[in-house]
């Protein structure tokens, strides 16, 4: 606050303007005695402090009200929900009316295809009809979504000011997604990582929290923004991710002649406890598909990488390094054949807190796993150190890598293991006699229709050359006896005489 002789300067000044001043206007609006500063709204320093800290104070009990009210309209519509008929879970007539009004909006998406363009009413009606959402979808939130908001709640309460802070801040966000359903999937990527950046921001700087309280308070951010939107920005209708997940899926169906020889791979399955590491490493790698926060999809792939870090580990009898995870990785993804791989990588990159895709062990797997992605799709013959004969002929279908020989086993596999070898063995060795015959008889036909086509042009060459010329016919020879007017001048014919003897 002023002091008592800034004040009589403040007063002489006005004097000297003809302004006459109040003593009264200048003390503090509270009555305290001290004079008051303009800057703070006639308070002086103390009571502005007292005036500035009841505010605060209210402010926070109306966040906290807020948040609890919002805790219970949630726990209610969870309620409400599972409360259908007196049950606690969707019952056999739930189920039956989500199935019938499924049903019906395809019958009326495939109608709508079918309907006469003079019929622009009714069109835009069955259309409407179509995308109306059935009865099941109208609860506010689903019970995983519930759950993770109940879990959020419970989480930033430990933090007090700053937990009713990010609870503001996340809701804020929310609603401004909602309204930016028509943006592009980057746009909205972008829109995720500026909130993630900004919410760690004014945890750091403004309300000071730790380093390893802010990752903490990020992850659950991110697990309770990402569950609310992954219906939305999973695999979107507006990019080509299920395009690419298609092609992906079929590249590795293609592939599956490829052994871990072929790929350099230190793993040998015959060890009962690195084939129990492959299976763990291929559930996880299948897992990460149904999970919705991208930090789950991260553990399931970082889960994936230490089983076969094991692996290796247990082959080799010492620790793995890069040049042996990567090979390994790529056999297990070519094994495992993940679902919708291509979009769960694009919904990581796209959506996953920055800090933790860029460092630690979950950016190094996750970084990995784009290098086989990479790699499976850029396969060819000389990655696999194949003739390019031999490699067509995998891909096609057309033959496969021998078996292991039966004499190569072990003493515990069983006869039936064996017995099927061979007779892979056999197979392989038929089908190859078959095509070496089909081959045969393609070259026989081709040099029998070469041989006739040669003869027939030797022929047509040499009528070329020597033209056959048919002369006419000559006029036939008359007959001596015959009358014939241009030889009157011979004798006429003898006439054949009778002697009586």
Same mark, same amino acid.
């Given at each position: ?7 009589? /300067? ?8 003809g302004i006459h001043v ?7 609006? &509270? ?136 609870? &503001? ?63 939305y920005v999973f695999c ?70 230490k089983h076969i870090f ?92 021998? /078996? ?17 070898? &061979? ?47 048919? &002369? ?30």
């Amino acid at each position: 606050p002023f002091s008592s002789c800034d004040r009589r /300067k403040m007063n002489l000044k006005s004097e000297r303007r003809g302004i006459h001043v109040d003593q009264s206007e200048l003390l503090c609006k &509270k009555g305290c005695g001290y004079y008051g500063n303009p800057a703070w709204q006639g308070f002086c320093s103390k009571c502005w402090r007292e005036e500035y800290h009841k505010a605060r104070q209210k402010q926070i009990q109306e966040d906290w009200e807020l948040a609890e009210r919002l805790q219970r309209e949630e726990e209610e519509a969870y309620a409400s929900s599972q409360s259908t008929q007196g049950a606690q879970s969707l019952t056999f007539s739930k189920f039956e009316e989500k199935k019938t009004n499924e049903k019906t909006r395809k019958v009326t998406t495939v109608k709508k295809f079918f309907t006469a363009s003079s019929r622009a009413g009714a069109k835009k009606a069955e259309i409407q009809e179509a995308k109306a959402p059935s009865p099941s979808i109208h609860r506010q939130a689903s019970i995983e979504t519930d759950r993770v908001s109940k879990e959020f709640i419970e989480f930033i309460r430990t933090y007090q000011k700053p937990g009713q802070d990010i609870y &503001k801040q996340c809701k804020l966000f929310l609603d401004t997604m909602s309204h930016k359903r028509d943006l592009s999937i980057e746009e909205q990527s972008e829109c995720a990582q500026d909130f993630y950046q900004n919410v760690a921001d004014r945890l750091q700087t403004r309300w000071k929290v730790p380093p390893e309280k802010v990752e903490k308070a990020m992850d659950e951010v991110e697990k309770y923004i990402m569950t609310r939107q992954y219906k939305y920005v999973f695999c979107p209708e507006t990019t080509d991710d299920e395009k690419k997940d298609l092609a992906v899926q079929k590249r590795i169906r293609a592939l599956h002649w490829v052994t871990p020889q072929m790929l350099c791979v230190p793993v040998s399955e015959e060890i009962p406890e690195v084939s129990d590491m492959v299976v763990k490493a291929i559930t996880d790698i299948i897992e990460m598909d149904s999970k919705r926060v991208p930090r789950d999809k991260l553990a399931c792939i970082t889960k994936c990488s230490k089983h076969i870090f094991n692996a290796i580990k247990i082959t080799k009898n010492e620790p793995a390094s890069a040049d042996d995870f990567l090979p390994t990785l790529i056999y297990i993804v070519l094994k495992g054949n993940p679902p919708r791989l291509q979009s769960n990588i694009q919904y990581i990159t796209r959506f996953c807190n920055p800090s933790r895709l860029m460092t630690g062990e979950d950016g190094y797997y996750f970084t990995n796993l784009c290098c086989a992605v990479a790699f499976i799709e850029k396969l060819d013959a000389q990655s696999l150190n194949l003739s390019q004969e031999d490699f067509d002929r995998f891909m096609t279908g057309q033959t496969s890598p021998k /078996k292991q020989e039966s004499d190569s086993f072990s003493p515990d596999v069983c006869l039936g293991v064996k017995q099927m070898c &061979k007779s892979l063995d056999l197979l392989s060795q038929l089908n190859e006699r078959q095509e070496r015959i089909v081959s045969e008889a393609k070259k026989l036909e081709k040099d029998l229709i070469d041989w006739t086509d040669g003869i027939t042009k030797e022929v047509e060459d040499i009528v070329e050359k020597y033209p056959l010329e048919i &002369k006419p016919k000559s006029q036939a020879l008359a007959a001596i006896d015959s009358e014939n007017v241009e030889n009157d001048k011979l004798p006429p014919p003898l006439q054949p005489q009778v002697y009586a003897g």
